[in-house]
């Protein structure tokens, strides 16, 4: 049996022994009184990284997303986001669920919204319209770009002339950060609230962070007990997302390096298109002009020892992360290889 690579998504990583080693060692509280000490330390660590006044550790993205959305909207709002983006496209629907909003989605491929588009979607003031509660952004986008600060804040802009705040999906602001060549917290900067990830790119087992006010984090402090995300002794995950600041922000680079030798590797495979604009952070996109059937590619390279993804909307997504070294970029472009010419 081939060992394993797996190339299907960067939340796959494992938490090695110095992190598990943190983990066993934490001191720990009841989070919900608000006594945890790690997950205090955590939350304050990650405010003042992202240059917030408050943070609040979630279960997941997903969860910090829903709660920006219940904590700045009022049922019957409006939200207006780019299509796709993970709160449009992998959410479940739960901003309707939850918060009782309508997404407003506007064409955005590689999550560049266009201020003017955003401008023109904003409800004015009448009796028979919804208000506009709220613009989400996300920044790095699920397509593999980023969006420069000065397209981030030309929406963040259109959004304070209205009065609107913006939360941002900054699942992986980090490594957002690295392909700009910019601070964390001025990315931040743009939105009102932001969540960032643990479990992606910097390795922990579990966990999200969602920052913002101390006004705004209280609210929904209070939300995410009304979602059922009060957690108890959970400064053993808390230490993990320590773990992870402390050593696996820097090493994200590594990653999207390696993004680009695989995808450089896998460029000249016969009917394998790499979008070569999408290759800013640890992801490479790609389209395939193959004979065979997806789940049939899948399934054998799954027996050469590599785990994807099947394509999403005719997209195939490969992304590296901390488990994934150099010889493992070889490898997965030797078993592409194989696949696509045998």
């Known amino acids: 049996m081939h060992e394993i690579r797996d190339l299907r998504s960067d939340t796959v990583t494992r938490p090695g022994q110095d992190m598990r080693r943190a983990m066993a060692q934490a001191p720990v509280g009841d989070d919900v009184i608000g006594d945890d000490p790690t997950v205090c330390e ?11 006044e408050a943070a609040l550790f979630v279960p997941s993205g997903t969860m910090g997303n829903q709660l920006a959305i219940f904590t ?8 207006i986001c780019g299509k796709p983006c993970h709160i449009q496209e992998h959410e479940v629907g739960a901003a309707a669920i939850l918060s009782g909003v309508t997404l407003v989605p506007i064409p955005a491929p590689t999550g560049r919204l266009d201020p003017d588009q955003v401008a023109a979607e904003i409800r004015s003031p009448d009796i028979h319209h919804p208000e506009t509660g709220l613009i989400c952004l996300e920044c790095a986008h699920s397509s593999g770009a980023v969006q ?13 002339e209205a009065h609107i705040p913006v939360h941002m999906d900054g699942a992986r602001i980090f490594n957002a950060a690295l392909a700009l060549g910019q601070d964390v917290a001025r990315i931040a900067a743009v939105a009102d609230s932001v969540m960032f990830c643990l479990s992606k790119g910097l390795g922990a087992p579990v966990g999200s962070l969602l920052c913002g006010t101390e006004e705004f984090v209280a609210k929904a402090r209070k939300g995410r007990k009304i979602f059922g995300g009060g957690m108890r002794q959970v400064g053993i995950l808390a230490a993990a997302g320590l773990y992870a600041l402390d050593h696996n922000v820097e090493r994200l680079a590594e990653d999207h390096e390696r993004a680009r030798r695989l995808a450089e590797k896998l460029s000249d495979l016969p009917g394998l298109h790499v979008f070569e604009d999408r290759l800013d952070i640890n992801m490479v996109w790609f389209t395939l002009d193959s004979s065979m059937r997806d789940e049939e590619i899948v399934t054998e390279l799954a027996q050469r020892g590599l785990f994807v993804y099947p394509p999403m909307h005719g997209e195939w997504r490969l992304v590296t992360h901390l488990d994934i070294d150099d010889e493992d970029i070889d490898r997965a472009a030797a078993a592409f290889r194989a696949v696509l010419t045998r």
Request: net charge positive; hydrophobic share 45%; no cysteine.
């Open 42 to 52: 955590l939350e304050r660590r990650a405010a003042a990284l992202l240059g917030k």
């Open 72 to 79: 700045h909207t009022v049922r019957g709002n409006e939200v």
């Open 148 to 160: 420069t600060i000065e397209e981030l804040q030309a929406v963040a802009q259109v959004a304070r």
